[in-house]
């Protein structure tokens, strides 16, 4: 039976206190905190945290890589190329992008389970409004991985065992390319539409399923129309409906169907079942088994673990880098675009963070070089060294308040791998005041900049959040 | 295989220098103009005579044209070299090794930097095509890391060692405020210099080089036919370069208490030059105090004093222009400013000064038991940089 083999949830470091908005405006916000994507992050730099965690669990190689997001990067290039990339998969192994649909998360994922081969599915999503509305406050960042497969490509955690659609057409929520903001029909129209669809999927799904509303464990239920998933929740008939996540997160739309199931996977039992339902453009249900397999599975980083280790951003802050306020910036010169050739010839250091050891000195080259620092290596005779999952310690640290960035100041260290090879790179996710010698920390992939409309992807490292970097 | 030097085979025969600072009414042609002209005049040859030129500028104009135009050079060759902030001094070695070589009897290296035509605070350069992962920091923020580093490594409290490098730029300021040619002429205590607010590290902004414009020039002819020309030449006794490996981003090992490829360089030049003990031999030095802590670090790297102890010879006042070892007696980068292409030929010109006796009374060193002087120059970073080391004398042998 095909189902999900392993799985990442991802949320970023800085959260917002809903209560800060109404503070700074006079109103808006609400209870609790939302996750903020930070500055150097976009869908595609969570998409790959995400997608990481997911594979560190397994050592299935992906034979296709799908990503979806309402908020992608760039438009007319594939953003999945970039995850590709970075997660270093093969370059048979094809990435799609399933794009601008909050629907094509839980799209991409059902797609997935009916399709063959081990395919990756990532989706991601920044979730945001015009200031004092409640998207801004009620939407989170996040994003989710799920590596889908069968028996004969590695262990399954959790077995598809039905599956429905009920689609129509209505405008409900709707957004340009481009806007800052997400259009909103009257909520008690969409309400008449979400709930028949609703009804209509559930019924199906368990039917297909082969079981009755109360052999459902939990359920996983979210949507992009808050009125109809509160009273589709009442009208399952489940056991449980799951945290959705709301208090401390918010709603990641996009990657929020991954991000709660991965949320339950990583606290269920093998033989339980997980139901998903998600109201986006008419309602899709998944009908999950957990097995035998899932006592034995260690998740990289549990959701849970993210949502406790946070720190907060302010308002301001929040609201320039979202782009909502422009501050000025120092009198440097901006940044300038990478040069693509440039750029493709160091796609395994630049999106991989893959250096080069001496194969006589073992010499960690970071860039990698042909030519090495210690004179026992020949010319070449150099090996890869991937070095994304290798934890490392500050050994010293600056902070540069004269440098142009989006966000100052630059916080910038010295580290030393574990294992040996050492980087000055710049750190994230980290408050100036915090960095000591001796910290731990591990790489992470960013956005340096954009320039001319192309961003500038590579890695910096932030105080460790995972098991690897400890 | 040997580094084996041009001693005395070269004498520098006139120099010229323009104020460095912002020079809002002139551009890069009349700040080449300006110093040419003075070092024609103070070597008493017209620019007719000059067989081959060296110019020297990081970002200003590329190409001989850049010079060749403005001073309508006609039917001369003129080379211009870029070697980072170690540009100027780049620009003299390689006039010196064309006239050594007797390709050319009398050449002219010619340094010019207009900075402050960018509209941006700072230096900075444009760079080449790139692949979007070289580390985006100032040099200010580089060299930063060199003060805790060193603080740890020989246990000096950190408070303490940030007014130790105040010191020196207090120092540098106290020089420069005699300079009519320097960049700042204005006294700063380190007190006030560490009361200011950090921008880099522990560093304010008065621990760094001042940005100014400016140029200077040095006219070169070998050593036989110098007093032809001139009854004081300078000679040259050694001229060294090191382009490091950039080995010390990424080598463990590195402490970012010294700068190895100034330390090679220094070695080199004193083999060169045949000295054996730096701190006996020379009267002073004109060093690259692009950052405070950079100064201090070279102190040691050039051999003036044992590893670990420069902060406290700092303290002790030795480098100070009445000194044992005086060290940027013009004002260095910090008050005289740095114009990048022009620094380095701007230190051998102090050097023209003070080892000739003409520095003026009320900065002229003390000359009488030592004469020999060295210029340190380098461009880049901790753990990447080119390093530049020369030494002078008025006397031969």
């Known amino acids: 039976m095909r189902g999900i083999i392993s799985f990442g949830g991802y949320v970023p470091y800085r959260r917002l206190d809903?209560?800060?908005?109404?503070?700074?405006?006079?109103?808006?916000?609400?209870?609790?905190?939302?996750?903020?994507?930070?500055y150097d992050e976009d869908t595609t730099t969570m998409g790959v945290e995400a997608a990481r965690l997911a594979l560190r669990s397994s050592g299935v190689e992906p034979r296709a890589l799908w990503f979806a997001t309402a908020d992608p990067a760039y438009l007319e290039k594939t953003n999945a190329t970039a995850i590709h990339a970075a997660l270093r998969l093969d370059s048979s192994t094809g990435a799609l992008d399933f794009g601008g649909a909050v629907r094509s998360g839980v799209g991409a994922l059902r797609t997935a389970l009916a399709s063959g081969g081990p395919t990756l599915v990532v989706a991601a999503d920044i979730r945001g409004g015009l200031p004092t509305g409640a998207d801004e406050a009620n939407g989170g960042d996040g994003a989710a991985a799920f590596l889908v497969g069968g028996e004969g490509d590695g262990p399954v955690v959790a077995e598809l065992l039905g599956a429905a659609s009920a689609t129509e057409e209505f405008v409900d929520r709707w957004r340009q390319p481009g806007s800052a903001s997400t259009g909103q029909w009257e909520e008690r129209f969409g309400e008449t539409r979400y709930g028949p669809l609703a009804a209509q999927a559930w019924k199906?799904?368990?039917?297909?399923?082969?079981?009755?509303?109360?052999?459902v464990d939990v359920a996983v239920l979210t949507g992009a129309h808050g009125r109809a998933v509160k009273r589709v929740s009442g009208q399952l008939g489940v056991a449980r409906v799951a945290d959705d996540l709301a208090g401390a997160?918010?709603?990641?739309?996009?990657?929020?169907?991954?991000?709660?199931?991965?949320?339950?996977?990583?606290?269920?039992?093998?033989?339980?079942?997980?139901?998903?339902?998600?109201?986006?453009d008419g309602v899709e249900v998944l009908i999950l088994r957990t097995t035998e397999a899932l006592a034995a599975y260690e998740p990289a980083l549990p959701v849970a673990d993210q949502v406790a280790?946070?720190?907060?951003?302010?308002?301001?802050?929040?609201?320039?880098?979202?782009?909502?306020?422009?501050?000025?910036?120092?009198?440097?010169?901006e940044p300038t675009r990478p040069s693509s050739s440039a750029a493709a010839r160091a796609q395994d250091w630049k999106y991989g963070f893959v250096g080069s050891r001496g194969t006589e000195s073992g010499t960690l080259h970071l860039p990698p070089a042909r030519v090495s620092i210690r004179p026992e290596d020949e010319l070449d005779e150099m090996a890869p060294a991937p070095m994304a999952d290798v934890g490392a310690t500050v050994v010293?640290?600056?902070?540069?308040?004269?440098?142009?960035?989006?966000?100052?100041?630059?916080?910038?260290?010295?580290?030393?791998?574990?294992?040996?090879?050492?980087?000055?790179?710049?750190?994230?996710?980290?408050?100036?005041?915090?960095?000591?010698?001796?910290?731990?920390?591990?790489?992470?992939?960013?956005?340096?900049?954009?320039?001319e409309g192309i961003i500038n992807y590579f890695w910096k490292a932030r105080p460790a959040r995972s098991s690897s970097g400890q | 295989m040997a580094s084996h030097g041009i001693k005395d085979q070269v004498a520098i025969i006139g120099m010229g220098c323009t104020q460095f600072r912002e020079h809002w009414d002139k551009g890069t042609d009349d700040l080449l103009i300006d110093a040419s002209s003075d070092a024609f005049a103070s070597a008493g040859v017209a620019k007719e005579d000059v067989d081959a030129f060296w110019l020297g500028t990081a970002s200003s104009g590329m190409s001989g044209l850049t010079l060749s135009q403005p001073l309508k050079l006609e039917g001369k060759p003129v080379t211009r070299v870029e070697n980072f902030c170690a540009t100027g001094s780049e620009a003299l070695r390689q006039a010196s090794y064309a006239?050594?070589?007797?390709?050319?009897?009398?050449?002219?290296?010619?340094?010019?930097?207009?900075?402050?035509?960018?509209?941006?605070?700072?230096?900075?350069?444009?760079?080449?095509?790139?692949?979007?992962?070289?580390?985006?920091?100032?040099?200010?923020?580089?060299?930063?890391?060199?003060?805790?580093?060193?603080?740890?490594?020989?246990?000096?409290?950190?408070?303490?060692?940030?007014?130790?490098?105040?010191?020196?730029?207090?120092?540098?300021?106290?020089?420069?405020?005699?300079?009519?040619?320097?960049?700042?002429?204005?006294?700063?205590?380190?007190?006030?210099?560490?009361e200011m607010a950090?921008?880099?590290?522990?560093?304010?902004?008065?621990?760094?080089?001042?940005?100014?414009?400016?140029?200077?020039?040095?006219?070169?002819?070998?050593?036989?036919?110098?007093?032809?020309?001139?009854?004081?030449?300078l000679y040259i006794k050694a001229l060294s370069f090191v382009s490091g490996t950039g080995g010390g981003l990424i080598d463990p090992d590195y402490d970012y208490t010294t700068f190895p490829e100034c330390d090679m360089a220094g070695a080199d030049a004193y083999r060169q030059a045949g000295i054996e003990d730096p701190r006996s031999a020379l009267a002073m030095a004109e060093v690259h105090d692009c950052f405070t802590p950079t100064e201090m670090v070279l102190m040691e790297d050039l051999g003036f004093c044992e590893r670990g102890t420069a902060w406290k010879e700092v303290l002790a006042g030795t480098f100070e222009r009445n000194?044992?070892?005086?060290?940027?007696?013009?004002?260095?980068?910090?008050?005289?400013g740095h114009p990048v292409g022009a620094s380095g030929l701007r230190m051998h010109y102090e050097c023209w000064l003070q080892l000739r006796g003409k520095a003026g009374d009320d900065r002229q060193i003390d000359l009488s038991t030592r004469n020999l002087g060295l210029v340190h120059n380098l461009g880049g970073y901790p753990g990447e940089m080119v390093s530049f080391v020369s030494i002078l004398g008025p006397e031969l042998g």
Not at chain 1, 20 to 37: D, E, K, L, P, W
């Open chain 2, 198 to 233: 950090s921008v880099a590290g522990r560093l304010s902004v008065f621990d760094c080089s001042g940005v100014a414009d400016g140029s200077a020039a040095a006219i070169v002819v070998r050593a036989e036919d110098a007093h032809k020309y001139c009854d004081d030449p």
């Open chain 1, 249 to 280: 997160v918010g709603n990641t739309g996009t990657a929020h169907p991954g991000l709660l199931l991965a949320n339950e996977l990583e606290q269920a039992e093998p033989g339980q079942i997980i139901a998903v339902v998600v109201l986006a």
């Open chain 2, 323 to 336: 000194g044992d070892m005086p060290i940027n007696t013009d004002g260095g980068l910090k008050a005289f």
């Open chain 1, 204 to 215: 199906e799904a368990l039917g297909s399923a082969g079981i009755g509303a109360e052999d």
């Open chain 1, 396 to 451: 010293t640290f600056t902070i540069d308040r004269l440098v142009y960035s989006v966000s100052p100041p630059v916080v910038f260290a010295v580290v030393d791998f574990d294992g040996g090879g050492r980087l000055p790179v710049e750190l994230t996710d980290v408050d100036p005041d915090s960095v000591r010698i001796g910290q731990r920390v591990e790489m992470t992939f960013r956005r340096l900049y954009e320039a």
């Open chain 2, 99 to 194: 006239v050594a070589s007797g390709a050319y009897d009398m050449a002219m290296a010619i340094g010019v930097e207009k900075i402050k035509d960018s509209g941006y605070q700072g230096l900075n350069a444009p760079p080449a095509p790139h692949d979007g992962t070289k580390r985006n920091l100032t040099a200010a923020a580089m060299y930063s890391l060199v003060l805790p580093a060193y603080a740890a490594r020989y246990g000096v409290d950190e408070d303490e060692l940030r007014m130790v490098v105040a010191k020196i730029a207090e120092k540098n300021h106290r020089n420069g405020a005699l300079n009519p040619l320097a960049q700042f002429r204005r006294e700063m205590p380190a007190e006030k210099i560490c």
């Open chain 1, 309 to 333: 280790n946070g720190a907060e951003v302010s308002y301001a802050t929040f609201l320039q880098w979202r782009e909502m306020i422009r501050v000025q910036p120092p009198n440097r010169p």
């Open chain 1, 18 to 38: 809903r209560s800060a908005i109404a503070a700074v405006m006079g109103r808006g916000g609400g209870r609790g905190t939302r996750s903020v994507a930070s």
